[in-house]
Each structure stands twice: as C-alpha cells, then as structure tokens.
C-alpha cells in the first residue's frame, strides 16, 4: 500500500537548520512530483517546495522560503529530503510530504495531490 512517512522534525531555535525526508512506497515515485507542504496553527496548509522527475529536476518554492531551503530527490532510494536553513518562528508548523502524478508547473497543479503523508512537527523558537 501507499505510504509517505516524514522524519526529522524536532524543535530548534532561530537561525537553526533541520532536515526533513520523506520515504515513499507502494507506487511508482519516479512517475511522480513531489512536494512539502506546511500548516501552521489557526492557517491553511501551503506549498513550500516542490521537486518534479523531468530531466531538468524542475523546482520551485514558496516565496517566504527562497534561499533559505532546499529541496532534492534521490530517485533510487524514493525519498526525498527538505533542508531549512536560517529557520524562524514563522516557520513553525507541521509538515508534510505529498506526492502528484506528473509534471507540476505551480502549486495550483497541487490542489489535490494523490498521495499524503502524516506529517512531522517543526517547531522555531
């Protein structure tokens, strides 16, 4: 069965890193984008980055995290991993990975991924 399972989560003071990865399973990752996701309390979820499976490797990202994370995929493994850099409180929430069949151009083409996971707790203090 289908499964994206998150770790990495954890707690940090501002200025601090994490890292994020995801693993996927039960589908075809290499035939898929994939994205993080991010829903602070009392607000919607939003696309943070996402990372598509063309030859180029197509990224892009919320505006509030350019230079400042990054995204990357290793398609052998079928994970893919989120580091933040320089983190603030505005970046608390708990995130999560979901995967798109096919090509994604920009966060409307994630309105309804197929797949999600559970979710991992970033908290910035």
């Known amino acids: 069965h289908v499964q994206l399972v998150e770790s990495g989560g954890g707690s940090v003071q501002a200025g601090g890193s994490l890292r994020l990865s995801c693993k996927a399973s039960?589908?075809?990752?290499?035939?898929?984008?994939m994205a993080w996701f991010r829903q602070a309390p009392g607000k919607e979820r939003e696309g943070v980055a996402c990372?598509?499976?063309?030859?180029?490797?197509?990224?892009f990202y919320a505006d509030s995290v350019k230079g400042r994370f990054t995204i990357s995929r290793d398609n052998v493994k079928n994970t893919v991993t989120l580091q933040m850099n320089y983190l603030s409180p505005e970046d608390t929430g708990t995130y999560y990975c979901?995967?798109?069949?096919?090509?994604?151009?920009?966060?409307?083409?994630?309105?309804?991924?197929?797949?999600w996971g559970q979710g991992t707790q970033v908290t910035v203090s």
């Open positions: 979901a995967a798109r069949l096919g090509f994604t151009a920009n966060w409307g083409d994630w309105r309804e991924p197929d797949y």
């Open positions: 039960g589908f075809r990752y290499n035939s898929y984008a």
């Open positions: 990372i598509n499976v063309d030859s180029q490797t197509t990224t």
